[in-house]
């Protein structure tokens, strides 16, 4: 078993990610440098963090959807290895059309910060099947841009296939139905706007993260 | 030849335009009650080598699609001369 996080410029919850994964789970955490165009071989797990990659110029994530690494990032997400996108990492995901729909600025125009509780709205996926019939979970959010937005039609088909894995319970940014993190169609990749590698022990105010970095690791 | 292009990319009708509603609430608040449906976009300009404007214009295209507009959300007006 191992991951890898991925650093991009302006990242800054990539040592998070790697800590978070490493104490949940106890598989190594690799940390891989944009620019690289392999991924260690053998890992089970790809995280793309939170941050400001690239100032968040042009737009949240889209630069560093376009990174060298980013094409083995799919190559691994078509050969069914999961990915999993967390705020800055789920615009990514969204910009590198790995996911549907796209991330607008917060309905209130705030940037907020602070503990969401979340309603796990699918617990049958390879990322949240450690919360077995728990189905309300606490997790901190901190974002400008993680207002979910897709066209109505998109948005029935992935509430159709089960694609929506996360909901608020209190909308803070103005998500499209509540939406606060989504899988592909096929299931291995996983984009979501609050941080569980800011939920994975007590001290944290919740532990409710961990169980998500150990469901993905014991579905590889 | 070198052409000047400028990009306007907006946010699609439809999509919730959080900066415009802003500014419209700043602009009614100086007294501008009139205005309505106020829309933030940007402008993208750079210079281009290109043999013709025609193709210049095919290139331009081609960023916005890839970088330049995420069209999910984004539209976007292409000017080249």
Redesign the interface.
């Known amino acids: 078993m191992k991951a890898a996080v991925v650093v991009f410029p302006g990242s800054n919850c990539d040592r998070d990610c790697k800590v978070a994964v490493e104490r949940s789970t106890g598989a190594p955490v690799e940390m891989v440098w944009h620019q690289e165009t392999t991924l260690p071989a053998g890992v089970d797990l790809i995280v793309l963090p939170g941050g400001f990659s690239y100032g968040d110029y042009l737009r949240c994530g889209a630069i560093a959807a376009l990174s060298p690494i980013m094409p083995a990032v799919k190559d691994a997400a078509d050969r069914g290895v999961a990915v999993l996108g967390i705020c800055n990492g789920f615009q990514m995901l969204c910009e590198a059309g790995m996911l549907p729909g796209a991330l607008l600025r917060n309905a209130g125009l705030k940037y907020v910060c602070k503990p969401v509780e979340l309603d796990v709205t699918n617990a049958q996926t390879r990322f949240t099947a450690a919360y077995g019939s728990k189905r309300r979970v606490r997790m901190t959010q901190g974002n400008g841009d993680g207002n979910y937005f897709a066209d109505a039609e998109t948005l029935d088909r992935i509430e159709g296939e089960g694609q929506v894995v996360f909901r608020y319970v209190d909308n803070p940014n103005g998500s499209a139905r509540d939406i606060a993190g989504i899988v592909s169609a096929r299931g291995n990749v996983l984009g979501m706007m609050p941080h569980p590698d800011r939920a994975f022990e007590p001290e944290l105010g919740s532990a409710d993260g961990a169980d998500l970095f150990r469901s993905v690791m014991a579905s590889a | 030849m070198s052409l000047k292009a400028k990009v306007h990319v907006y946010?699609k009708p439809g999509?919730?335009d959080?900066?415009g509603k802003?500014v419209e609430g700043a602009l009614h608040g100086l007294g501008w009650g009139d205005v309505a449906n106020v829309r933030v976009g940007k402008t993208i300009e750079f210079d281009l080598k290109s043999a013709d404007r025609a193709a210049a214009e095919a290139e331009v295209k081609a960023m916005c699609e890839?970088?330049?507009a995420?069209t999910?959300?984004e539209g976007y007006r292409v000017e080249v001369a």
């Open positions: 946010l999509v919730l959080v900066q802003a890839k970088l330049l995420n999910v959300i």
